[in-house]
Every structure is written in C-alpha cells, then in structure tokens.
C-alpha cells in the first residue's frame, strides 16, 4: 500500500484526507514535524506529500521538492486574504496543488489522487497493455493487479489469488497472443517503478531496493539489468518509458 504523509494539526483534514483516499488504496500518515515526513519518504512507496504550508513550513517544504521532485506535494491551508505572496511562492516553488482548509474538504482526496506519483505512473505506462500485446480480460485485469502491487513482492500466485482463478490458469492466459509471461511484466513494472523514485535525488538505490522491497540493492541491479540493460543508478536517466522502451526492444522472454 502506498502512503501520504500529512503534517498538519487539524484532525478533520487528515479525516477528510482518508475519507477521500480510501478507495485509492492509500494509507495517510500524521507527521509530527517535516523531519518525520521525509523519515516517511525514506521509508515507504508515497503517493504524494500534505504540508500545512502556513505552519512555518513553507522552506523545509521547498528543500522537500528539491529532493524529492517526482513525489508532488500539496499545500492544503486556512488561507487569508493577506497571503498572496505566500500562494505566489508556493506556485513558483513547485507545489502540484493548493488546497484551501475548510473548502476543498470535500474534493481534496480526489485532487491528490489524481495526481499522485501512482496516477502519474499510471499515465508513464497507459500504452503498455497495448504494446505488450495485454488484449484478454484476464490479461487485463492481471496487469491492473501488478500496478497497484507495485510496492510490494508479487508472484504470479499473488496475482492469481487476487483474482480468485488458478495460477496456472492465469499464467497461461496472460501469455497467450504472444504477450511476456506474467512474472516477466511483473518485473517490469517493478523496474519501471524504481526508474521513477530513482529520479529523485534524495533516493538511494539502497533505498529504493528497501522500499520496493527487494532483498537488497545487488538484487534490485540484477533486475534492472534482465529487464532494461541498466545499472540500478542508470535507471534513474532511462526513466520510466524508457524502461518499457528497453524490455519491448529484446528482452520480454526469459532464458529459462
């Protein structure tokens, strides 16, 4: 499950946050200080970041994006007529969204959801079904099980279960059609994941190796280089596309 860590004092806004994240399969995590929120980050896949800019946080949240500028981060504030200035640094200095306390309640969960780093992989990816030649229902629904899986170690049996047919069942269907078999694509995914924290600055690949929990940063490099020909560092300049661009070019079929 991916997170968003929220600093900010008002209990209805992390309520209203949960409310509206909830079928996002998000979890929202209170952070007692903007030191706790990056601690988060280090330690968790994140969907996004809520800061109470108007809680003197307005430079730790700039070093924030600096480090971290694929993860967006909102401003979500009981904001006063006199705050112009404030709103115009917040838009120049790279926050995805402003959020007004008491008005933008209601809709909050669905804005941040929108454009969250899950939404935006989401997007990265939006044609690869078509080009990894997913056309099936089964197919289909297996690939939307690997995405929101992303975080996490998946089989192929993991995969099955969630959708309550037989493993073999499943493994043969998604590779039918001349599609990778589905172990493959799930490492795929996984790679292409670890592209996009990897262009985050403040990310490691040890970190990211601990995130995405794999068994350690020798393990995520062996990966990286079956699926996309890279290094773990070089993941970060491939990018997501171009992590499909490398698996699509010869490297959808294992050896074994």
Known sequence: MEVVPVYHADPDVRGALRRGLRSA??????CRSMDHVEQVLQENLVNAVVVDIRA?????????IERYPRVPVFAYSAFRPEDGRLLAACS????????????DDPIAGEVIASRSTAGERRSLLADAPRRLR?????????WHEVLIRVGTPTSTSDVAHALGLAREHVSREFASGGAPN????IDLVRIACAAHLMANPGYSVATV???????????????ARRIAGVSALGLAELGTRGVLNRFLGDR?????
Do not use: M, N
């Open 25 to 30: 399969r998000t979890l929202v995590v209170r």
């Open 56 to 64: 003197g946080a307005i430079e730790a949240t700039f070093h924030l």
């Open 92 to 103: 120049a200095g790279g926050l995805r969204g402003i959020l007004v306390d008491g008005i």
């Open 134 to 142: 997913l056309s099936e229902p089964v197919q289909l629904r297996a």
């Open 182 to 185: 589905l172990k493959r694509v």
């Open 209 to 223: 190796a601990r995130i995405l929990g794999y068994s350690s940063s020798s393990h995520l490099a062996s990966c």
């Open 252 to 256: 959808t079929r294992s050896r074994l």
